[in-house]
């Protein structure tokens, strides 16, 4: 069975101070990898999707940036916090049909 | 421009009622797929309907696909406190999944 992991569950930074959020996949071989952002009661958003290692599109610029480093591995990052960018970051993944898509648990990060 | 919406934004029911939530959407699509999200969690798949299905059910939920009018519905019967939540659908074009806003329902006790 596939299985995704996001960590920090939830983090409190201040602005200005760099940022990364990390997501695994175990259990599927070359997943499309998506990053969504939630702000408070608001859409999903989506920031960035990969579909192969070393490949990455942005869909969103919030002055965030993101990586596949590894088959099973989408890191999501920013050297420098804004307030803006509080919220739910939710890491995906889905198959090449893209018959349904599969959520981690999110992080909720809070920028002071 | 958002590929698919959901209308309408939010919905409030008593506990026993049924509700249903509209979808539309503005490209071709291989399916229509129905999400839940509750509070503090990631969205989580509830029915799939393939664009040559009309209707999908599972359990207490009914799908509907209009392909025609580029549309679909998600109706819930027999609603609980737990099925608060927010829906979503979901289209899906080149390989990728676009989600709508989200229909935010809230059931009452």
């Known amino acids: 069975a596939q299985t995704i992991h996001q960590w920090p569950v939830a983090e409190i930074k201040a602005v200005g101070s760099p940022l990364s959020l990390g997501c695994t996949i175990k259990g599927k071989s070359s997943p499309n990898l998506y990053w969504y952002w939630q702000a408070t009661g608001g859409t999903l958003q989506q920031l960035f999707y990969?579909?192969?290692?070393?490949?990455v599109e942005s869909v969103v610029q919030l002055n965030l940036s993101a990586s596949r480093p590894k088959d099973d591995q989408f890191i999501l990052s920013t050297e420098k916090l804004l307030l803006s960018h509080s919220g739910f970051y939710l890491c995906?993944?889905?198959?090449?049909?893209?018959?349904?898509?599969?959520f981690g648990k999110g992080t909720r990060l809070t920028v002071v | 421009s958002q590929l698919a919406e959901e209308n309408p934004w939010a919905l409030s029911v008593h506990e026993g009622e049924s509700v249903t939530v509209n979808c539309s959407y503005k490209?071709?699509?291989?399916?229509l797929q129905w999400y839940r999200q509750k509070s503090g969690e990631g969205p989580a798949q509830l029915i799939l309907?393939?664009?040559?299905?009309r209707e999908k059910r599972n359990g207490r939920l009914r799908a509907t696909l209009d392909t025609s009018s580029q549309s679909s519905s998600l109706s819930i019967t027999a609603t609980r406190c737990e099925d608060t939540a927010v829906y979503f659908c979901a289209t899906d074009n080149n390989n990728r999944i676009f989600f709508g806003d989200g229909t935010q329902l809230v059931v009452k006790p």
């Open positions: 995906a993944w889905s198959s090449d049909s893209a018959t349904e898509v599969f």
């Open positions: 490209t071709s699509i291989t399916a």
């Open positions: 309907i393939r664009s040559n299905e």
């Open positions: 990969s579909i192969t290692v070393g490949q």
